[in-house]
T-cell receptor, first 113, second 114 residues
């Protein structure tokens, strides 16, 4: 069963605006990751935040993690048309054997130019 | 570096046929996995491998078989295709040093079962 649930399911914004996507999960985790998927392509890893971290930045991306609420958010600032894609959160459950990740259903982001 | 390569990119099968989806990686990653992606459901883990000769089931393993004879290759076999297996299949690989390593994905195989 899915661990992560993204919200909203779809988001449409104008170029230059910020986009915020949220993810909730159910069990204790080692880390949480965000991936991007362009249409017809595989997923690409964006950023990883460990369970003992609260915030992380990478370029125009800002990720927060609240383990008490079992939730995370991904903020994309100053969005561009090229940011149009689906975004997925994935959790690495604690106590899981190997390198398993559990993915949510994703948020579809459309950036209009 | 090619990364993770999946073949074929597209395939149409008839119910009951069998086929093998190929996956190869050139990053010397120990961990490899197969997912299926269906609309509105994200990615679901089918099978995974933590190294050559070691495989295990994921969330939705029924109807699929895997083997891992080398570090580079991790083929997925559909034993007797069913329409419910129509999906996009992704192979991924990662280092196994520490839990929850970022995964590298191929571009997928789009499979239709008639």
């Amino acid at each position: 069963s899915q661990q992560g649930e993204e919200d909203p399911q779809a988001l449409s914004i104008q170029e230059g605006e910020n986009a915020t996507m949220n993810c909730s999960y159910k069990t204790s985790i080692n880390n949480l990751q965000w991936y991007r998927q362009n249409s017809g392509r595989g997923l690409v890893h964006l950023i990883l935040i460990r369970s003992n971290e609260r915030e992380k930045h990478s370029g125009r991306l800002r990720v927060t993690l609240d383990t008490s609420k079992k939730s995370s958010s991904l903020l994309i600032t100053a969005s561009r048309a090229a940011d149009t894609a689906s975004y997925f959160c994935a959790t690495a459950p604690r106590m899981e054997y190997g390198n398993k990740l559990v993915f949510g259903a994703g948020t579809i982001l459309r950036v209009k130019s | 570096n090619a990364g993770v390569t999946q073949t074929p990119k597209f395939q149409v099968l008839k119910t009951g046929q069998s086929m093998t989806l190929q996956c190869a990686q050139d990053m010397n990653h120990e961990y490899m996995s197969w997912y299926r992606q269906d609309p509105g459901m994200g990615l679901r883990l089918i099978h995974y491998s933590v190294g050559a000769g070691i495989t295990d089931q994921g969330e939705v393993p029924n109807g699929y078989n895997v083997s891992r004879s080398t570090t580079e290759d991790f083929p997925l076999r559909l034993l007797s295709a069913a329409p419910s297996q129509t999906s996009v299949y992704f192979c991924a690989s990662s280092s196994s040093r520490g839990a929850g390593q970022p995964q590298h994905f191929g571009d997928g195989t789009r499979l239709s079962i008639l």
